[in-house]
């Protein structure tokens, strides 16, 4: 009897450590998913919940204020397959209202990829735009044409898109799906 | 012992284990912001004394500091310390391009930001205190000519300041450098 409750405890303590170094990985409360994005508003807050805090603390992330802006994070396409370095993404072509955004390609912990071109990300004040204002951004490990944001050398990535000096910053649950960038899978090899 | 027995001590076993690995999990949840040796703060320590602004090291490849830092903006920190005093942050803004000053407190988590577009005359400006020293200060205003001061309250005494200012091109990187680098912290002389 005393060995099994020993034996269920320690098992329990593994289990237990296991699961929340997995889970602060990825915090599952706190975010909000709109179509293949999410966005955690309070995660840099005083009102943020624990399991965000923690994940804070272990990242050493600095994060922004609601009043600077809003990070939103893919790591899915919209069909909602995850990423994969292997096939050609198109994300465009509108981003909700913001005095400058930013959309940029990281590995899985949040950290640029190094790749030839020297290319991180595009801002709004120097990307090329199509006809009608619009944007196509293509992510792949192969060069493209236009705006093309490289994959590099790592099996996981993420895209971040961060929109400045936005009035979305008070009411983030409220972003409108369609306002926000679509990814597109256009084919894999 | 019947099966029925068997299956009854192999359900109280296997509930066990969940009640252990839940009760754990909280403990390891709630303990992780206060035991964490390498959170923000930690980080920026490394970099620079309290007081001192040092620039923010830019995102890249090579850079694993500071995740989901955007290589598009440059960024400066100072830590501080309220015990000596209140802390005055003190900016100047002037690039095309936006600009943001942040509070945050020993744990990282922002309790007050303010960007370019609250700025006058190209200045942003605040002081930082506790409850105590803003009791202090509000007591010793006159009351003819009361302060201008941006007066904001840390939930913690210590904290740090970091300005970010976006450069609209890969090549004005540098000017958006400059100017977060230009932000001084310095503790004001504690009220009589």
């Known amino acids: ?189 | 012992m019947t099966f029925t027995a068997r299956l009854g001590g192999a359900a109280l076993f296997v509930a066990a284990v969940v009640a252990a690995a839940a009760l754990v999990h909280f403990v390891v949840v709630l303990l992780v912001p206060i035991v964490a040796t390498h959170d923000a703060y930690a980080r920026l320590a490394e970099l620079a004394p309290p007081g001192a602004t040092a620039p923010l090291p830019r995102a890249g490849p090579d850079e694993r500091r500071f995740s989901w830092d955007d290589p598009a903006l440059a960024g400066a920190f100072c830590r501080y310390n309220l015990s000596a005093g209140p802390l005055r942050v003190k900016a100047s803004v002037g690039r095309a391009g936006f600009a943001s000053l942040s509070f945050h407190t020993r744990r990282g988590a922002v309790f007050y930001a303010l960007t370019d577009r609250a700025a006058t005359h190209g200045r942003m400006e605040a002081v930082i205190v506790t409850p105590a020293q803003l009791r202090n200060l509000v007591a010793h205003d006159d009351e003819d000519d009361p302060s201008q001061d941006l007066r904001v309250v840390s939930p913690t005494v210590e904290g740090f300041v970091v300005m970010r200012a976006f450069s609209e091109l890969p090549s004005l990187y540098g000017a958006a450098a400059d100017e977060v680098k230009a932000m001084t912290c310095a503790t004001e002389p504690p009220t009589p």
């Open chain 1, 1 to 189: 009897m005393v060995v099994k409750a020993v034996a269920a405890g320690a098992i329990g303590l593994a289990l237990g450590v296991a699961a929340s170094g997995s889970i602060l990985a990825d915090p599952p409360f706190g975010a909000t998913t709109i179509g293949a994005w999410r966005v955690a508003a309070k995660a840099g807050s005083l009102e943020a919940d624990p399991y965000t805090r923690a994940a804070l603390a272990r990242s050493g992330e600095i994060p922004l204020a609601l009043g600077e802006g809003l990070k939103l994070v893919a790591r899915v396409d919209s069909a909602g397959r995850p990423l994969d370095r292997r096939c050609l993404y198109r994300v465009g072509a509108h981003t909700p209202a913001a005095r400058y955004w930013t959309l940029s390609l990281t590995d899985a912990d949040g950290y640029p990829v190094e790749n030839a071109a020297g290319r991180y990300g595009f801002r709004s004040s120097e990307i090329l735009r199509d006809g009608d204002g619009g944007f196509s951004v293509y992510v792949s490990a192969l060069a493209h044409a236009g705006n093309w944001l490289p994959v590099g050398h790592v099996q996981n990535f993420a895209l971040a898109l961060r929109l400045y000096d936005t009035p979305l910053a008070a009411s983030a649950g409220g972003i409108e799906k369609s306002s926000l960038p679509t990814i597109d899978r256009e084919g894999c090899a």
